[in-house]
């Protein structure tokens, strides 16, 4: 199947639909560019599986069962450190890309209120999952 805009716009509304509200009880790291977010909302943990990998793109829910790599990598700490605990404001479509933009509401080290946003761009070979603030100022990114 064609991951085309049409395809993200469903795929979003069905997922939005799920996780708003949601709250981020765990990052996991599967590789160096797959990560399962476990999400409780609506009274149930959900599994949402990120990838920008090279050869398969993408982004559903999942059932657990994927062993995490026993050391994260750079992007794994940062998800780990700043998105752990985080609230899902959003998930939409940007426009009728093939991207993905995921807000969160969460604390910095002092209790203040932030914001951080999750890019995820399914475009093939040049797939990426970036990770800005709230001037869009890239924080980190999968590749750069």
């Known amino acids: 199947m064609a991951i085309d805009g049409t395809f ?3 795929l979003t509304d069905e997922l939005s639909s799920i996780l708003k509200g ?4 765990k990052v996991n790291q599967l590789n160096n ?3 399962i977010f476990e999400v409780r909302s609506g ?3 959900h599994h ?3 990838s920008s990998a090279l050869n398969a793109p993408r982004i559903h829910l999942t059932k657990t069962g994927d062993i995490p790599i026993s050391e994260p990598q750079r992007l794994g ?3 780990k450190k700043n998105l752990e605990r985080a609230v899902i404001s959003d998930l939409s479509q940007i426009g009728n890309d093939r991207c993905i933009k995921i807000e969160f509401d969460t604390t910095d080290d002092f209790s203040d209120a932030k914001r951080l946003w999750l890019f995820l761009e399914i475009m093939g070979r040049n797939s990426n999952l970036v ?3 709230d001037d869009y100022a890239i924080l980190e990114a999968a590749r750069y």
């Open 22 to 25: 949601g709250r981020v009880q």
């Open 33 to 35: 560019l797959e990560f």
């Open 43 to 45: 009274g149930a943990n």
């Open 131 to 133: 990770i800005t603030n």
């Open 77 to 79: 700490l940062f998800l």
């Open 8 to 10: 993200i716009h469903y």
């Open 48 to 50: 949402l599986l990120i």
